[in-house]
């Protein structure tokens, strides 16, 4: 039986003045499985990974964890009920080693109190799950930008995420490099971590995702699955009928 960790309940969020960035969005997460975002420019995808990491309140709606209704206030918050973001910029501090970067971030009072041997067995195991060969003492400006991904990766998995967000993680990476990323990523997902990802590429979609939810003008079109969905169905609901239908005249 499949498990939802993350349910998003009809979201919307308006900013001022009177911008709708997201209107009744709803979607699903799986654990176990690599569920993607897809959307053109302004769909509304950003907005939604920041309330679902605890950085926006949504202006209506709501999200369940594990099948329980959550209020994220913070993104501190959500990452210590086990909700990892990692940005396109990884937010990793470059003049720190592996280690330090691990434990940046953490919400006090959930691994702030572990010592030092503690630190670096929680620290070993999640370079271990991300494959890593450089070393925890390693700075993280002397790593290629791969190896950040994967120690941004790692940061996740040192706070117990259950459900990582990866925005655009391609965006800075070759093809090689990039599937050194997805190497780890189908071991998470195998292990049941659940990971949204965000992209607007239709091939990398196709090697990585099972499925795939398309936002439009900030509503969520429809959930597909991957492998049963050809490529002019998902442009179709990326932009809409009217307008591919037109485009292909
Ligand atoms: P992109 O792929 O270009 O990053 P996106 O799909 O992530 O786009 P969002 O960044 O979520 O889209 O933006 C959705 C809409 O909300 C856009 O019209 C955008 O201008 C608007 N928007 C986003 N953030 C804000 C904000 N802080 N204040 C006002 N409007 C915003």
Redesign the pocket.
């Given at each position: 039986m499949t498990t939802d960790v993350l349910t998003v309940q009809q979201v919307s969020k308006k900013?001022?003045p009177n911008?709708i960035?997201?209107e009744s969005a709803s979607l699903n997460v799986r654990a176990g499985e690599v569920h993607c975002l897809l959307?053109?420019?302004?769909?509304?995808?950003?907005?939604?990974?920041k309330i679902i990491a605890g950085a926006f309140r949504p202006t209506d709606g709501s999200l369940l964890l594990d099948g329980k209704p959550v209020e994220l206030h913070s993104p501190a918050q959500a990452a210590r009920l086990g909700i990892s973001m990692i940005y396109q910029e990884l937010d990793l501090v470059p003049q720190l080693t592996v280690e330090q970067n691990l434990f940046l971030g953490h919400a006090p009072g959930r691994f702030g109190l572990i010592n030092h041997r503690e630190r670096r067995e929680r620290a070993a195991a999640a370079l271990k799950r991300v494959g890593a060969h450089f070393k925890p003492e390693a700075r993280v400006e002397t790593l290629s930008v791969a190896n950040q991904q994967l120690t941004a990766i790692a940061r996740s998995l040192t706070m117990d995420a259950k459900i990582i967000i990866m925005d655009e993680p391609s965006a800075s990476l070759n093809e090689t490099e990039l599937e050194s990323v997805f190497r780890v990523i189908r071991e998470l997902v195998r292990q049941g971590v659940a990971i949204l990802y965000v992209s607007?590429r239709l091939g990398e979609l196709r090697e990585i995702g099972d499925r795939v939810t398309v936002?439009r003008g900030?509503r969520t079109i429809e959930t597909f699955d991957v492998k049963s969905t050809g490529d002019s169905a998902l442009v179709e609901a990326i932009i809409g009928k009217q307008r591919s239908l037109i485009e292909r005249k």
């Open positions: 900013f001022l911008i960035a997201l959307g053109a420019n302004g769909a509304g995808k950003s907005t939604l990974l607007h936002l900030g």
